[in-house]
């Protein structure tokens, strides 16, 4: 199972990692962005969200350390934890603002996905000891 695992956690790690550093080059370098088809609404927000000059920068550098994180086993976890808020955003543009509600549920299954393969890292969260008595 590992051998699907690894493969498949490096491909979302590549996939953020890229959207990070591509945001930077384009910002830094001036090299290309992509233009995406969105509706109204949509564009509305990505245009005031862009306009702000805080946003762009903090999804572009959440994509690149959390997708960094997830090249390696140890701090895998830690990557799924800095990408949950954004994927989660993500899917929630995508379905009820985008109306594009496949390429939405997709990052969050994925992410979910890997979430579930590194439970045992999480555990920790949700079990709590006994309080010592005095």
Known sequence: MNW???????????????VGV???SYRLFGTSWPE???TPAAKALTT???DSGIVDPLIASVCLVG?????FRRTAPLGIAILAPLVTGIFIFHAFLNQNLGWGA?????L????W?????????????RPRGD
């Open 36 to 38: 995406h088809k969105e």
């Open 4 to 18: 699907i695992i690894r493969p498949a956690r490096w491909l979302y790690a590549l996939f953020y990692t890229y």
């Open 106 to 110: 997709f990052h969050l299954g994925y």
């Open 48 to 50: 005031a969200l862009t």
């Open 112 to 115: 979910l996905v890997l979430a």
């Open 22 to 24: 591509s945001w930077f």
């Open 117 to 129: 393969c590194h439970r045992s890292a999480f555990r920790s969260l949700w079990s709590h000891g």
């Open 67 to 71: 997708g960094a994180c997830l090249f």
